[in-house]
């Protein structure tokens, strides 16, 4: 069955379409941490639709309110209603440091890359500036502005000339860099100092500085300790916007509500995605109070209007509070990374993350990334019933975001199979 749904998608989808795996798979139903294929196969999801499902499949707590709104008000635009107000001050009540209790949020509509657009032209319309920060490694989306701010030569190549007001900077990166971890924060803020700095040079007007707190697509560089709250001093001293993107980082995948959190930084704006609705498409942009100067009209959007999203991301908060998913996704991203490290194979160069946002870097004996040895592990982690992901800038990163409900037992039976899969591939 799965590999005729794989046929039909191939027949009948675009070509754009990038299968993770050789092996068909094609899902029919899904519960926690767990996802059976229309064969009956059960999979332990490592993965979780890249960082969405966080409090699980068809979690019901979740599913029922949904339910319940999509036969009562689905839409209703941007009337004010209950569950839309309720997340609003929920988000708010949420947020990092300072702007929990003085902020306000904008909804993108149903991607990231929405959310991503918002905060250009939050940005944008606030300062009065066109200019535009953001990294090396870095992936905001593929709308247009957020494809501008993405690092990805290799999917941006055909597109190009997007928008042109946009410079990228080093990222902090020790271990591909090559350097302690202090020289890495020193090279990245020098990098954004000189665009901030030189009015004369290639940003003369900057608006903002966009920023992963945890690169995600880029591999799970964690920067070293000084690079975030040395970005924030920067662009206090040049009065210019930080705006974190917390889309595949927030919602308690690293063990605080957001990466930001783990730096003790304020953004003045935050986008969010992904796992807020659980699967429900919804992404915002929460942001400063003071930077709330664009007036009626100034960004609008159909669905953001979405009441049955807004219930269920509502949901999906009171449910990582009431089970206490904050903490756990913190023990069990510890457990998870030490499994890994505890690998016997040369082709581990280094395991990162923060809760349970995990990568493990692949390398060869010349310390050249293996990106083969990555989907070689993946396909046997698939073949044995273990769904992993892989990312970085040359996808040599195996990535483990599972589910935060996923439970101790089954991590360590998960992990069996990965580490099994690790060894058994040559390096
Ligand atoms: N920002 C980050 C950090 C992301 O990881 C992604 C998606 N991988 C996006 C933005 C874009 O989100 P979407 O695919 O929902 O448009």
Same mark, same amino acid.
């Given at each position: 069955?799965?590999?005729?749904?794989?046929?039909?998608?191939?027949?009948?989808?675009?070509?754009?379409?990038?299968?993770?795996?050789?092996?068909?798979?094609?899902?029919?139903?899904?519960?926690?941490?767990?996802?059976?294929?229309?064969?009956?196969?059960?999979?332990?999801?490592?993965?979780?639709?890249?960082?969405?499902?966080?409090?699980?499949?068809?979690?019901?707590?979740?599913?029922?309110?949904?339910?319940?709104?999509?036969?009562?008000?689905?839409?209703?635009?941007?009337?004010?209603?209950?569950?839309?107000?309720?997340?609003?001050?929920?988000?708010?009540?949420?947020?990092?440091?300072?702007?929990?209790?003085?902020?306000?949020?904008?909804?993108?509509?149903?991607?990231?890359?929405?959310?991503?657009?918002?905060?250009?032209?939050?940005?944008?319309?606030?300062?009065?500036?066109?200019?535009?920060?953001?990294?090396?490694?870095?992936?905001?989306?593929?709308?247009?502005?957020?494809?501008?701010?993405?690092?990805?030569?290799?999917y941006k190549r055909?597109?190009?000339?997007?928008?042109?007001?946009?410079?990228?900077?080093?990222?902090?990166?020790?271990?591909?860099?090559?350097?302690?971890?202090?020289?890495?924060?020193?090279?990245?803020?020098?990098?954004?100092?000189?665009?901030?700095?030189?009015?004369?040079?290639?940003?003369?007007?900057? +608006?903002?500085?966009?920023? =992963?707190? %945890?690169? $995600?697509?880029?591999?799970? @560089?964690?920067? /070293?300790?000084?690079?975030?709250?040395?970005?924030?001093?920067?662009?206090?001293?040049?009065?210019?916007?930080?705006i974190v993107d917390?889309?595949?980082?927030?919602?308690?995948?690293?063990?605080?509500?957001?990466a930001s959190d783990?730096?003790?930084?304020?953004?003045?704006?935050?986008?969010?995605?992904?796992?807020?609705?659980?699967?429900?498409?919804?992404?915002?942009?929460?942001?400063?109070?003071?930077?709330?100067?664009?007036?009626?009209?100034?960004?609008?959007?159909?669905?953001?209007?979405?009441?049955?999203?807004?219930?269920?991301?509502?949901?999906?908060?009171?449910?990582?509070?009431?089970?206490?998913?904050?903490?756990? +996704?913190?023990?069990?991203? =510890?457990? %998870?990374? $030490?499994?890994?490290?505890? @690998?016997?194979? /040369?082709?581990?160069?280094?395991?990162?993350?923060?809760?349970?946002?995990?990568?493990?870097?692949?390398?060869?004996?010349?310390?050249?990334?293996?990106?083969?040895?990555?989907?070689?592990?993946?396909?046997?982690?698939?073949?044995?019933?273990?769904?992993?992901?892989?990312?970085?800038?040359?996808?040599?990163?195996?990535?483990?975001?599972?589910?935060?409900?996923?439970?101790?037992?089954?991590?360590?039976?998960?992990?069996?199979?990965?580490?099994?899969?690790?060894?058994?591939?040559?390096?």
């Amino acid at each position: 069955r799965s590999r005729r749904l794989r046929e039909r998608q191939r027949a009948a989808e675009s070509s754009a379409v990038l299968y993770p795996t050789e092996m068909p798979i094609g899902f029919r139903e899904g519960k926690g941490a767990t996802i059976e294929d229309v064969d009956g196969n059960r999979y332990l999801d490592f993965f979780a639709g890249i960082s969405v499902l966080n409090v699980g499949h068809a979690n019901p707590y979740v599913a029922e309110a949904a339910a319940e709104q999509s036969h009562t008000l689905p839409h209703s635009l941007d009337f004010p209603t209950e569950p839309r107000l309720d997340l609003i001050e929920k988000l708010e009540s949420i947020a990092p440091g300072g702007l929990a209790g003085a902020s306000r949020v904008v909804f993108g509509g149903p991607t990231g890359s929405d959310a991503v657009e918002g905060s250009i032209k939050l940005a944008k319309q606030y300062t009065g500036n066109r200019g535009m920060v953001a990294f090396y490694g870095a992936f905001h989306g593929e709308t247009s502005g957020a494809f501008s701010l993405s690092a990805d030569g290799k999917y941006k190549r055909d597109y190009t000339p997007l928008l042109a007001e946009v410079e990228h900077a080093q990222y902090p990166y020790p271990f591909r860099q090559g350097v302690p971890p202090e020289e890495a924060v020193d090279r990245a803020l020098d990098d954004v100092q000189t665009l901030l700095g030189d009015r004369y040079g290639a940003m003369p007007n900057p +608006a903002g500085v966009w920023v =992963e707190p %945890i690169q $995600g697509e880029g591999g799970v @560089v964690v920067p /070293p300790e000084g690079f975030m709250s040395g970005l924030r001093d920067l662009c206090d001293d040049y009065d210019v916007p930080l705006i974190v993107d917390e889309i595949q980082t927030g919602m308690g995948r690293t063990g605080e509500w957001w990466a930001s959190d783990h730096f003790d930084v304020t953004p003045d704006a935050m986008t969010v995605g992904k796992g807020i609705g659980n699967g429900h498409p919804l992404s915002a942009t929460v942001y400063r109070e003071e930077l709330d100067t664009w007036g009626p009209g100034g960004h609008t959007g159909t669905f953001r209007g979405y009441n049955v999203a807004m219930r269920a991301a509502l949901r999906s908060i009171e449910y990582i509070e009431a089970h206490d998913l904050l903490d756990h +996704a913190t023990e069990l991203g =510890e457990y %998870i990374r $030490g499994r890994l490290r505890d @690998v016997d194979s /040369p082709l581990v160069g280094e395991v990162r993350g923060l809760g349970l946002f995990v990568g493990a870097e692949f390398v060869d004996r010349n310390g050249r990334p293996a990106s083969d040895a990555v989907s070689e592990v993946r396909q046997r982690c698939m073949e044995r019933g273990v769904l992993a992901w892989g990312g970085g800038r040359d996808d040599n990163v195996l990535r483990l975001l599972p589910p935060l409900v996923m439970t101790r037992e089954q991590a360590e039976t998960g992990l069996d199979i990965v580490c099994d899969a690790i060894e058994a591939t040559a390096d």
